[in-house]
């Protein structure tokens, strides 16, 4: 087993793993006893066919034969009591530590940079959330009872050869090294293959999910059989490194199994001489010859708790690899606290690229002053999300600061602060559950009455009222029973049911039809009445009456001011809202 484990990144996961059992260590240690005591009363029966043989079928005491039966059924109901207990304990063990694993990945993924989470498929996070700490549960519960129990039972059974014959014993470990050598060998390619089983489950995973959650786009072109073919293909190349893992294991088992038999031909040829020659009493060698045979099975069990440990060791990488992730946006230590922000937003000189691409903003600057409406325009690819993941604190600048009513937001509380901003996104997600669920989401002791007020801004409180359970109403997943106005006006309501003092709408209209369009846009004046506003617009004509217009073009302002102002100009913005709207100023005519 040290042999197998001798690779350093391994004990490093295997030991770090145990940690996590430091918590339940009084139940751990109760369980670790039971299955000592398991063992031991396990490996008895044994020493007493040898007095059978020697004392009550060769010299006839009955007193013994009665004394032996009733400790055979005695010795196997102390064993099977503490291996109930074992069983219960290191279950309920293993589930503890395995909920507080999952809930800990869980909660590091919930706070990974974006840049980490677009980085991979959604499906491999569910993967390593699900399957892989289920994998962990194996090496933690399972795998340590075969290894204490199988352990001591080995460690017993050798205790009892040397003590019945010691020359024999000698005889029988110099093949025992034989079968070490052939799982050291095996361990490593075992650990190979459980890393591709993982890595091959989670990508059958990660296609599932994403066709399950485009499925209308899947429909919609039609494409449910080439999606078919892809889980297909991925499960087939699950299937075939399963597979070649199950062979390695049956190799495994087989040999050592084949390897521990010849010894115990050997030795009862080597016996049964000793017996003829009366060095050794026929008891002696039955009990012999059953240790032997006892020990295949502890022997052949550490064989496949070496691979479980190698499958699981793969498993546990990849979940310390999402725990060890860095996170881009470090908390500060100390942070400064704002109860209640006015509002006013700095941008000073910022740079920001991704992933050491090109700077998509260069040098930006410019401030929001509390309860100003700004629009943020511009070619696609220039920034202008960008700007609002800024201000969210998605992700922190390469150069400059991003200043809160003069504080760096490197230095703020991100909850106290990010609590205070009202976000409508483009692609309005809505979780299943009730329309007051979706308002109020992530409000606690959010009240009717502000519910109603919310709706009422965003203009759907009409439409809820004349629903029979009104906030009651359920949802679909993303919103599915509402239209695409339906879902965005709920969205506007939830970004305002705190009375945030910062909003951001990003391209909140640039899905709708002019009609709805139209409508959204009231319920977006009226969100915006006394907050400072940041809206992304792709529309031009939907922000011609924001009190500032900020043109954004190789990553810096080219131009900024109202609507009347930079029509006037004749310059970038004048170009873009052209294009948008197909109407030409008079100086074109």
Same mark, same amino acid.
């Given at each position: 087993?040290?042999?197998?484990?001798?690779?350093?990144?391994?004990?490093?996961?295997?030991?770090?793993?145990?940690?996590?059992?430091?918590?339940?260590?009084?139940?751990?240690?109760?369980?670790?006893?039971?299955?000592?005591?398991?063992?031991?009363?396990?490996?008895?029966?044994?020493?007493?066919?040898?007095?059978?043989?020697?004392?009550?079928?060769?010299?006839?005491?009955?007193?013994?034969?009665?004394?032996?039966?009733?400790?055979?059924?005695?010795?196997?109901?102390?064993?099977?009591?503490?291996?109930?207990?074992?069983?219960?304990?290191?279950?309920?063990?293993?589930?503890?530590?395995?909920?507080?694993?999952?809930?800990?990945?869980?909660?590091?993924?919930?706070?990974?940079?974006?840049?980490? @989470?677009?980085? *991979?498929?959604?499906?491999? =996070?569910?993967?390593?959330?699900?399957?892989?700490?289920?994998?962990?549960?194996?090496?933690?519960?399972?795998?340590?009872?075969?290894?204490?129990?199988?352990?001591?039972?080995?460690?017993?059974?050798?205790?009892?050869? =040397?003590?019945?014959?010691?020359?024999?014993?000698?005889?029988?470990?110099?093949?025992?090294?034989?079968?070490?050598?052939?799982?050291?060998?095996?361990?490593?390619?075992?650990?190979?293959?459980?890393?591709?089983?993982?890595?091959?489950?989670?990508?059958? /995973?990660?296609?599932?999910?994403?066709?399950?959650?485009?499925?209308?786009?899947?429909?919609?072109?039609?494409?449910?059989?080439?999606?078919?073919?892809?889980?297909?293909?991925? $499960?087939?190349?699950?299937?075939? /490194?399963?597979?070649?893992?199950?062979?390695?294991?049956?190799? @495994?088992?087989?040999?050592?199994?084949?390897?521990?038999?010849?010894?115990?031909?050997?030795?009862?040829?080597?016996?049964?001489?000793?017996?003829?020659?009366?060095?050794?009493?026929?008891?002696?060698?039955?009990?012999?010859?059953?240790?032997?045979?006892?020990?295949?099975?502890?022997?052949?069990?550490? $064989?496949?708790?070496?691979?479980?440990?190698?499958?699981?060791?793969?498993?546990?990488?990849?979940?310390?690899?999402?725990?060890?992730?860095?996170?881009?946006?470090?908390?500060?230590?100390?942070?400064?606290?704002?109860?209640?922000?006015?509002?006013?937003?700095?941008?000073?000189?910022?740079?920001?690229?991704?992933?050491?691409?090109?700077?998509?903003?260069?040098?930006?600057?410019?401030?929001?002053?509390?309860?100003?409406?700004?629009?943020?325009?511009?070619?696609?690819?220039?920034?202008?999300?960008?700007? /609002?993941?800024?201000?969210?604190?998605?992700?922190?600048?390469?150069?400059?600061?991003?200043?809160?009513?003069?504080?760096?937001?490197?230095?703020?509380?991100?909850?106290?602060?990010?609590?205070?901003?009202?976000?409508?996104?483009?692609?309005?997600?809505?979780?299943?559950?009730?329309?007051?669920?979706?308002?109020?989401?992530?409000?606690?002791?959010?009240?009717? /009455?502000?519910?109603?007020?919310?709706?009422?801004?965003?203009?759907?409180?009409?439409?809820?009222?004349?629903?029979?359970?009104?906030?009651?109403?359920?949802?679909?997943?993303?919103?599915?029973?509402?239209?695409?106005?339906?879902?965005?006006?709920?969205?506007?309501?939830?970004?305002?049911?705190?009375?945030?003092?910062?909003?951001?709408?990003?391209?909140?209209? $640039?899905?709708?039809?002019?009609?709805?369009?139209?409508?959204?846009?009231?319920?977006?004046?009226?969100?915006?009445?006394?907050? $400072?506003?940041?809206?992304?617009?792709?529309?031009?004509?939907?922000?011609?009456?924001?009190?500032?217009?900020?043109?954004?073009?190789?990553?810096?302002?080219?131009?900024?001011?109202? *609507?009347?102002?930079?029509?006037? @100009?004749?310059?970038?913005?004048?170009?873009?809202?052209?294009?948008?709207?197909?109407? *030409?100023?008079?100086?074109?005519?």
């Amino acid at each position: 087993m040290i042999l197998t484990l001798r690779n350093k990144a391994a004990w490093r996961s295997y030991i770090r793993l145990l940690k996590y059992c430091m918590p339940y260590k009084r139940r751990l240690i109760t369980a670790l006893l039971c299955m000592v005591l398991s063992a031991l009363f396990g490996i008895i029966p044994p020493w007493l066919i040898k007095n059978m043989v020697d004392e009550v079928l060769m010299e006839k005491k009955m007193a013994v034969l009665n004394l032996i039966a009733v400790g055979v059924v005695g010795l196997y109901i102390l064993k099977a009591a503490f291996g109930y207990a074992h069983m219960y304990l290191m279950t309920w063990v293993g589930q503890k530590i395995i909920i507080d694993i999952r809930l800990e990945l869980y909660d590091r993924t919930q706070r990974l940079s974006f840049a980490t @989470l677009y980085s *991979h498929r959604s499906g491999d =996070f569910l993967s390593r959330i699900t399957n892989d700490v289920a994998t962990l549960q194996n090496i933690l519960a399972t795998v340590v009872v075969d290894f204490v129990v199988q352990g001591c039972t080995f460690i017993g059974i050798i205790c009892f050869l =040397f003590f019945l014959n010691w020359k024999l014993s000698i005889a029988t470990f110099t093949i025992i090294p034989l079968a070490v050598l052939v799982i050291d060998r095996a361990s490593s390619k075992l650990r190979r293959v459980g890393t591709i089983i993982q890595e091959r489950l989670a990508m059958v /995973a990660a296609i599932a999910q994403e066709a399950i959650s485009s499925i209308r786009i899947v429909r919609s072109f039609v494409t449910e059989e080439e999606e078919f073919d892809r889980f297909k293909r991925e $499960s087939d190349k699950h299937f075939s /490194a399963l597979m070649k893992g199950t062979q390695v294991r049956g190799v @495994l088992e087989g040999v050592v199994e084949v390897i521990l038999i010849s010894a115990m031909a050997f030795i009862l040829w080597l016996g049964g001489r000793d017996v003829v020659k009366g060095e050794l009493t026929p008891g002696g060698l039955i009990s012999f010859l059953t240790y032997i045979g006892l020990l295949v099975q502890p022997v052949r069990i550490l $064989s496949r708790v070496v691979s479980n440990i190698q499958q699981g060791i793969a498993s546990a990488d990849r979940v310390f690899e999402i725990l060890d992730e860095k996170n881009e946006v470090k908390l500060a230590d100390n942070p400064v606290v704002l109860p209640r922000i006015s509002g006013n937003v700095r941008f000073e000189d910022i740079w920001f690229q991704y992933d050491d691409s090109k700077w998509v903003l260069q040098g930006l600057s410019f401030d929001i002053k509390p309860g100003e409406n700004i629009a943020v325009v511009g070619p696609t690819g220039v920034g202008k999300s960008t700007l /609002a993941d800024l201000v969210m604190r998605f992700y922190d600048p390469q150069k400059g600061q991003v200043y809160i009513d003069g504080v760096d937001l490197k230095e703020l509380d991100l909850k106290t602060y990010r609590r205070q901003i009202g976000v409508v996104p483009q692609d309005p997600v809505l979780m299943k559950g009730t329309l007051a669920y979706n308002i109020g989401y992530g409000y606690c002791g959010v009240t009717d /009455a502000e519910l109603e007020n919310a709706a009422k801004i965003a203009g759907i409180y009409d439409f809820i009222d004349s629903l029979p359970d009104r906030f009651d109403t359920e949802v679909g997943e993303r919103g599915v029973t509402l239209s695409g106005g339906q879902r965005q006006r709920v969205a506007i309501a939830r970004a305002v049911v705190r009375d945030p003092k910062i909003l951001i709408m990003d391209e909140a209209t $640039s899905s709708l039809d002019a009609l709805v369009e139209q409508q959204v846009q009231e319920a977006m004046h009226n969100a915006m009445k006394g907050r $400072s506003s940041i809206v992304i617009a792709h529309r031009l004509s939907t922000i011609k009456d924001a009190d500032r217009i900020l043109v954004l073009n190789s990553g810096k302002v080219s131009e900024q001011g109202n *609507h009347d102002e930079l029509i006037a @100009l004749g310059g970038d913005y004048y170009r873009l809202f052209s294009a948008g709207s197909g109407e *030409h100023s008079e100086k074109d005519v």
